[in-house]
């Protein structure tokens, strides 16, 4: 039983004769026969019962169609996954990232690479990147996604691209109602600012107030100072909409504040769909600038 030979009772079973079947896909009726005659033959039964024109599947060419269709499924997975293997495309992609940048950027991201590259299986980690490295280290991921706002955290971190930060509130909070605003001012209420452990402690990164909320994603943060807890320091990516929209105001201030590079560690080995995810988030870096 060889493929193309199912492949012809399929199509002549669809198209209802082996005059139609033979149309459709360009080849004469006798080479479309020969291949049923010959299934029908290596499996010792009627597919078929023929009189005339008239054309009928039998009781077991009926009980034997959707298996038909599941080795000409299976068949055609192996295919792909050979050639995906010979094009150094990955069968299984592990990745680990943060949240700085918008949810559905990811998600859109996903749905994406799985309609380029079908058959690879891909699995997303959602982690703070202070835990980054170990990740990659112990290879329970083979890439891994983060805006690194911490000094050293991983060394061997590649750039992407810069990402700019935000100061923002909620447009209830009172440093909403400010022309600009100071260090002083800023130290007057409470900051929600990123948390990570650090040698099993609990460590905020509040740069300009004592009093803090800590939360270890960003989009927490968001959401706390939409709500007017207080107010943040985030990646502008995930804050442009909500400061569109009017969720949130962009505060007006005269301090330095440093641009964090929206960084990437990989593993080893990686193939096509790594790349190209690579050069997709690239891609939108450079678009939200």
Same mark, same amino acid.
């Given at each position: 039983m060889r493929t193309e030979q199912v492949q012809a009772f399929v199509e002549v079973t669809e198209h209802g004769s082996f005059a139609a079947a033979a149309r459709q896909l360009g080849i004469k009726?006798?080479?479309?026969?020969?291949?049923?005659?010959?299934?029908?033959?290596?499996?010792?039964?009627?597919? *078929?019962?023929?009189?005339?024109? #008239?054309?009928? %599947?039998?009781?077991?060419? &009926?009980?034997?169609?959707?298996?038909?269709?599941?080795?000409?499924?299976?068949?055609?997975?192996?295919?792909?996954?050979?050639?995906?293997?010979?094009?150094?495309?990955?069968?299984?992609?592990?990745?680990?990232?943060?949240?700085?940048?918008?949810?559905?950027?990811?998600?859109?991201?996903?749905?994406?690479?799985?309609?380029? *590259?079908?058959?690879?299986?891909? #699995?997303?980690? %959602?982690?703070?990147?202070? &835990?980054?490295g170990q990740f990659i280290l112990r290879q329970t991921v083979d890439i891994a996604f983060g805006l690194y706002t911490a000094e050293g955290v991983i060394t061997n971190a590649a750039n992407l691209a810069p990402v700019g930060m935000r100061l923002v509130a909620s447009p209830q909070h009172p440093l909403s109602r400010l022309p600009s605003v100071n260090r002083d001012d800023l130290a007057q209420y409470t900051q929600v600012c990123l948390t990570h452990i650090q040698e099993d402690r609990l460590v905020s990164e509040a740069l300009f107030s004592a009093n803090y909320l800590g939360f270890t994603m960003f989009e927490v943060i968001r959401d706390a100072v939409i709500n007017a807890t207080g107010w943040a320091l985030l990646p502008h990516p995930l804050v442009k909409k909500a400061i569109d929209e009017g969720r949130l105001c962009a505060l007006n201030h005269d301090l330095a504040l440093d641009s964090h590079y929206y960084r990437y560690v990989e593993g080893d080995n990686l193939g096509v769909v790594a790349t190209t995810l690579l050069n997709k988030v690239a891609h939108f870096l450079g678009d939200t600038r």
């Open positions: 009726r006798s080479t479309l026969s020969a291949a049923v005659h010959a299934l029908e033959d290596s499996l010792g039964v009627a597919l *078929f019962e023929r009189s005339g024109n #008239s054309l009928q %599947l039998t009781a077991v060419g &009926e009980s034997v169609l959707p298996d038909c269709y599941r080795f000409l499924t299976s068949a055609s997975r192996i295919k792909k996954h050979c050639h995906q293997h010979l094009q150094g495309v990955e069968n299984q992609l592990c990745i680990a990232r943060d949240d700085a940048l918008p949810e559905v950027f990811w998600r859109q991201l996903m749905h994406d690479l799985k309609q380029q *590259f079908p058959l690879t299986a891909i #699995s997303v980690y %959602l982690v703070p990147p202070q &835990e980054h």
